[in-house]
């Protein structure tokens, strides 16, 4: 095996499971997160004489990754459905759980994009404080502030959602 096929193996064994969590948040599912995550370690793999060997690839596969959801979330919206469509299987959840999580998802689909991307990538996706200021070319104090933004804007998000339907 040579350098970079362990480089490729530690890669994929490190950022696979965290990136295609963070794709599954950004689609709204598990469909086509593992095509994502796969195809962020293709793409390191074929500019791996240009990368850094630790330090930037973690910023680096998470920018490619959320470039790929976004370029497939502008996809989706431009496709139009040809007939009645089976809902996506997701895991059974009890009633009140699964409302719960329908509502968490509508709200973060209102608020700010920027602050969205945040959030699921800090709160679902395991991505610290440092890796979020270095994939938004931020500082970590101005990372932190952007989280605390996301929160309030999403609590504000929620509280709006309840008072409506209340």
């Not at 989706?76 to 459905?81: G, L, T, W």
């Not at 719960?100 to 998802?105: C, Q």
């Not at 990538?121 to 502030?145: N, P, S």
Request: hydrophobic share 45%.
């Amino acid at each position: 095996m040579s350098l970079h096929d362990v480089d490729v193996a530690d890669w994929y064994r490190d950022h696979f499971p965290r990136l295609t969590r963070l794709a599954a948040c950004m689609l709204g599912g598990n469909e086509g997160a593992e095509d994502v995550a796969q195809e962020a370690l293709l793409r390191a793999w074929e500019h791996r004489d240009v990368l850094d060997r630790r330090e930037a690839i973690g910023p680096w596969l998470n920018r490619v990754a959320r470039n790929m959801c976004i370029d497939l979330l502008r996809r989706r919206q431009d496709e139009v459905p040809l007939g009645p469509m089976d809902p996506p299987a997701e895991p059974a959840l009890p009633a009140a759980a699964s409302d719960s999580v329908a509502e968490v998802r509508r709200a973060m689909s209102k608020i700010n994009p920027r602050h969205r991307d945040a959030l699921s990538r800090h709160a679902l996706a395991d991505v610290g404080y440092r890796e979020l200021a270095a994939d938004m070319g931020i500082g970590v104090t101005a990372a932190r502030m952007v989280l605390v933004r996301a929160r309030r804007a999403l609590r504000a998000q929620l509280e709006s959602d309840l008072a409506r339907s209340a």
